[in-house]
């Protein structure tokens, strides 16, 4: 099994900017042949991925935060990353990190989530 814990998440204003972090442990060996995403789910809403980076590093985003956002990895300390910059206040959403399915389903349990409240 593999435990997945989200952080990094807050109040800020928008234009702001936040730095989440996701640390992948359990029975996984690397990250390095996983594609790795973040996703987010606004109250009432489905969870959406909003960005997935591929084993090779290819980088994808959803038009809404297409760069504004940006995803990296870490695989030595299995741990993914976003920066958030030009934060609004539809950005704001318990975000979610997991391995990504062919599908763009998440592979894994999901975690606890980081709540990200962007203010008007």
């Known amino acids: 099994q593999v435990q997945l814990v989200e952080s990094g998440g807050g109040l800020v204003q928008a234009g702001g900017s936040l730095r989440l972090s996701c640390a992948a442990s359990g029975s996984i060996i690397s990250l390095n042949t996983y594609a790795m995403g973040w996703y987010r789910q606004a109250p009432g809403k489905q969870r959406d991925l909003v960005a997935h980076?591929?084993?090779?590093?290819?980088?994808n985003y959803a038009g809404s935060v297409k760069d504004r956002f940006t995803i990296s990895r870490d695989n030595a300390k299995n741990t993914v990353y976003l920066q958030m910059n030009s934060l609004k206040p539809e950005d704001t959403a318990v975000y979610y990190c997991?391995?990504?399915?062919?599908?763009?389903?998440?592979?894994?349990?999901w975690g606890q989530g980081t709540q990200v409240t962007v203010s008007s």
């Open positions: 980076i591929t084993p090779g590093g290819s980088r």
């Open positions: 997991n391995l990504v399915n062919a599908n763009g389903s998440g592979r894994y349990p």
